[in-house]
């Protein structure tokens, strides 16, 4: 499955919910589910209610647009998170906050995810002085992430604004370096965006 290129917008409406898909706008009056809290497309008020497999499949879509992955690869972490010890859901959230290009997101080095994994395949980022421009390389406790070029335009934008999303506890910034580290593995009280996983569980159980 190719890599979604349409409104970034559209798909917040769609979960109606934010996704954080657009930066800093999604904090403005601009945002879309500010504009038009509804589903996309016509005949919306037709459409009847879920299913439990409606659901289940939601909450999968769900968290694949907030991590901007395909099925492929979505359905790959969930596997990996399978087979290590633990809750399945919650080993899935904490392999896809361990990406690199969501650590960058997550230390301000860019206002998305979407930017962040542009930064991380333009060879801008090094894990522990070297460099990485693999967006979904897993990024290990203790791990330093740093921008390489400390005068680019965009992360010092993105790091200006940093204020306003806050950083995470279990990430150390430092922000007069462009340079921050994993201090340790998040855990499910870290991650505070909206997402059953037990629904995706099921979803990939059934």
Not at 27 to 43: F, L, Q
Request: with cysteine; net charge positive.
């Amino acid at each position: 499955m190719s890599r979604y290129v349409g409104p970034s917008c559209r798909l917040c409406r769609r979960e109606a919910i934010k996704l954080f898909l657009k930066g800093e706008r999604c904090y403005t009056e601009k945002c879309a589910i500010e504009k038009r809290n509804y589903p996309p497309g016509v005949h919306v008020e037709t459409r009847g209610k879920f299913l439990e497999y409606g659901l289940r499949l939601r909450e999968k879509q769900k968290v694949r647009k907030i991590y901007g992955l395909s099925e492929k690869q979505f359905k790959r972490f969930f596997v990996m998170a399978e087979r290590k010890k633990g809750i399945t859901g919650t080993n899935l959230l904490v392999l896809l906050e361990r990406r690199l290009d969501n650590m960058v997101y997550r230390l301000g080095f860019a206002t998305s995810r979407k930017e962040a994994r542009q930064v991380v395949s333009h060879n801008h980022i090094a894990v522990n002085g070297r460099r990485v421009s693999t967006p979904s390389y897993l990024v290990k406790e203790g791990d330093e992430i740093a921008v390489r070029n400390k005068d680019l335009l965009s992360v010092k934008n993105a790091l200006e604004s940093v204020v306003r999303r806050g950083v995470p506890s279990w990430i150390d910034l430092d922000k007069e370096n462009m340079k921050g580290v994993l201090k340790l593995l998040p855990v499910r009280e870290d991650i505070t965006m909206p997402i059953k996983e037990q629904l995706i569980v099921e979803y990939y159980s059934r």
